[in-house]
C-alpha cells in the first residue's frame, strides 16, 4: 500500500477517527435493523460485525492513533448511545473487551499500512491481532474478575464472527485497491 492512502495532517485524522465512530455506531444499527425485520435479530450483526470495518479503514487510511482511538471510542459511543434508546449496544459486559478488540484492530491496521504488506494479508494481521488480545482479556477478566463471561464466549464469537471476517476480507482490501487506485489517477 502506498503512503498516498494515509491521511497527512491532524485535522484530516481527527475527522477520519469521527467519521469512522460514526460509521461504527450507524452501521450495526443498521444491520440489527435489518436483523430485526428479517428474524434474525442482533445474531445478524453478531455474525457480520458491521462495527469492524469502519476502524479498520481509518486504520488503514489515517494511521495507528487515530485507528486506536476510534476503535475505543467507537463502542463506547454506541453504548451511550443505545443505551438511551432502551438496548445498549454493545451488551455491557462486553463493552471493555470490544473496546479493547477494535483499539487493536485500528492500530494494527494503521501500523501496518506502512508497510509493503498484500492489504489482505495486512488485513489478517490485524483482525488475528485484535481477536487475540481480546481473547486474552476475557480469559483475564474471568480469572482475576470472576466475570460472567464462560471461556467459551471467546470460541463462540470467533465462529459467529466467520462471515463478517470472510465479509472484510472482500470489503477492505477492495476499498483499498479502489482508493489506491482513483489516488494514483490523480
Known sequence: MEKTLLCKTWKTKT???????????????LVHGLGLVSGLGSKLGEALLPMHISILLVGFFAGAWAGLVAGVFAPLVSFALTSAWGTPMPAAAMLPFMMIELGVYGL???????????????LAVAQIAGRAVRALAIAIGIYLFGAALPVSVIWTSILTGLPGLLLQ?????LILFCTEKRSRRG
Open 15 to 29: 475527522l477520519a477517527a469521527l467519521l469512522a465512530v460514526a460509521a461504527a455506531v450507524l452501521l450495526p444499527q
Open 108 to 122: 494494527t491496521a494503521g501500523l501496518l499500512a506502512r508497510t509493503r504488506l498484500p492489504a489482505v494479508l495486512s
Open 169 to 173: 476480507w472482500i470489503l477492505v482490501p
